[in-house]
């Protein structure tokens, strides 16, 4: 299964997300074994599969910012005794700081293609990729059913402002079903999503703004000048807002693999240009509006919701618009930030067998078996366990993608159950070690664990590889005298898997197959 000459082109090579693997069998290795690292949906993306645009990405992110904790850090930074300005400067330098390491980790989806938990198995190993990648996929799903239980909410607002009836179970059970449908048809619907629920986005906070800044006006209140009477600190408040985006930016790679990008681009930011207008401007921005939002809610009516604030800020058609605005606000957050994250995990876990589309409704199930509407009454301290250990899982896949390896990697020995990354039966100690024990340590001071997961992580593994690991199992990308063959986008190829010869090639934009341009996952 090595990889042919680069630039050679295999023909037959299915898209990522397209159809079943010839004659309806599952994928399987060179010896007729089935190959559990296989599936059409976790193949890497061709430079002709990326079609979302940087307008696309930046009304992604758009959506993504409208998450409910956001309102609440307002609200709570400002109850704590924080001005206003200063939590709208945190906020923004909270967010600006996780933007740099989302960026960093979003390279592996530009560059090669890859979706998380497939580049997983290069620091963790071929098996031990599952620790990490489904533990960030369980979280995805608690969030995709935090934020349709929400949504659900929004929708039973509505229902019984005009028939009198009330049962929110019921509209959770439709808005879970109509998600996972949209979400099932592909990234193309996605991006479409968003485009569509960004403007609404934007009008429901100006309208939230402009009407309590007039009942802020009426009642003599500054909202510029107002201090609860808690005690938080500026660095409490700080780090809890980077744990807000935090899993979003190890799992970032999942959409930045269909982010469009130019062919032979080495320099960083020229590559990942579209990814970094979207993740250093459109998210700081919108993420301190939101937050601004939640806290002028609070100072003005003792409740950062914006459900409940609109509820009982305005009546009839108004309603009924600003409620339709919430539930698209909702949905677009779930479908890029956690129902595709957690199909994906999960479908690399129970690869080949789960298809992408049974990963998607799968993260419903999980979502809702968690009880969302009991977690949302806990989010801080789920907020808080979850934190460390997915700080170190960046903490490793940094230290992995651009210390060890200079963002080579060997892409067709990620796809082989015996290659490189097998380590010891599948598991790099390394790797499990440096995440154990820096999430048992973040565990610790769960207030700071960010900031103490990450760089325990990283040193941990480099150190432990260094030492222990590579002189046991060298890695082909590392010190090869033709490093480029272990690159794409910077020179211009495609990471191409050809079903009929189970091999991979890496050919040139100019030779792929033109009828296969697009990918619908």
Not at 470 to 494: C, F
């Amino acid at each position: 299964m090595e990889a042919p000459v680069p630039g050679s082109r295999t023909g037959g090579a299915p898209p990522p997300g397209g159809g079943p693997a010839p004659d309806g069998d599952v994928p399987r290795s060179g010896h007729g074994r089935v190959n559990h690292l296989l599936e059409e949906a976790i193949l890497p993306t061709w430079l002709t599969q990326r079609p979302i645009s940087v307008w696309g990405f930046a009304w992604i992110w758009v959506g993504l910012a409208v998450v409910i904790v956001t309102f609440q850090y307002g609200a709570n930074g400002v109850e704590g005794g924080v001005p206003l300005a200063q939590v709208m400067a945190v906020v923004f330098a909270a967010t600006a700081a996780l933007a740099v390491i989302m960026t960093l980790t979003a390279d592996i989806g530009t560059e090669h293609g890859l979706s998380f938990a497939v580049y997983l198995r290069a620091p963790f190993g071929t098996v031990g990729t599952h620790f990490p990648s489904v533990s960030r996929g369980v979280v995805a799903a608690c969030w995709f059913g935090i934020q349709t239980y929400l949504g659900a909410l929004a929708i039973n607002g509505l229902v019984e402002y005009w028939t009198g009836f009330a049962f929110w179970p019921l509209w959770y059970a439709v808005f879970l079903a109509v998600q996972v449908v949209n979400v099932a048809l592909g990234i193309k619907a996605v991006e479409r999503l968003a485009s569509l629920a960004a403007p609404c986005i934007l009008a429901i906070s100006l309208w939230m703004y402009l009407t309590l800044n007039g009942i802020a006006d009426l009642e003599g209140t500054n909202i510029w000048t107002f201090a609860g009477e808690g005690d938080t600190t500026l660095v409490a408040l700080f780090l809890v807002n980077m744990v807000v985006w935090a899993p979003l930016a190890v799992d970032i790679p999942n959409i930045t693999r269909f982010v469009a990008t130019s062919p032979g681009q080495r320099g960083f930011v020229r590559r990942n240009r579209n990814v970094i207008v979207a993740q250093f401007a459109v998210l700081p921005v919108m993420q301190t509006w939101i937050a601004f939002i939640g806290a002028v809610s609070f100072v003005v009516t003792g409740n950062w919701n914006p459900i409940d604030v609109i509820r009982e800020q305005s009546t009839g058609a108004v309603l009924g618009v600003l409620l339709v605005m919430v539930l698209l606000a909702q949905w677009s957050t779930n479908t890029a930030a956690n129902v595709v994250p957690a199909a994906l995990n999960f479908v690399n876990a129970a690869a080949p067998r789960l298809s992408y589309r049974m990963g998607v409704v799968l993260a419903g199930v999980v979502g809702t078996a968690v009880m969302p509407w009991l977690l949302l009454d806990n989010l801080f301290t789920f907020l808080s366990y979850y934190g460390g250990f997915i700080a170190a899982i960046a903490g490793i896949m940094i230290a992995d993608y651009y210390v060890l390896r200079r963002r080579r990697v060997n892409v067709p020995e990620l796809y082989r159950p015996d290659g490189q990354y097998r380590y010891a039966r599948g598991f790099n100690p390394a790797a499990l070690i440096a995440w154990f024990s820096a999430s048992a340590i973040a565990l610790w001071q769960p207030d700071y664990a960010y900031i103490i997961g990450f760089p325990v992580a990283f040193a941990v593994y480099l150190v432990l590889m260094k030492a222990w690991i590579l002189p046991r199992h060298p890695q082909a990308e590392i010190g090869a005298e033709r490093p480029d063959d272990y690159l794409a986008t910077s020179v211009g190829a495609s990471w191409v898997y050809d079903s009929a010869t189970d091999r991979f090639s890496r050919p040139a934009v100019a030779d792929l197959p033109r009828d296969r341009a697009r990918s619908d996952i």
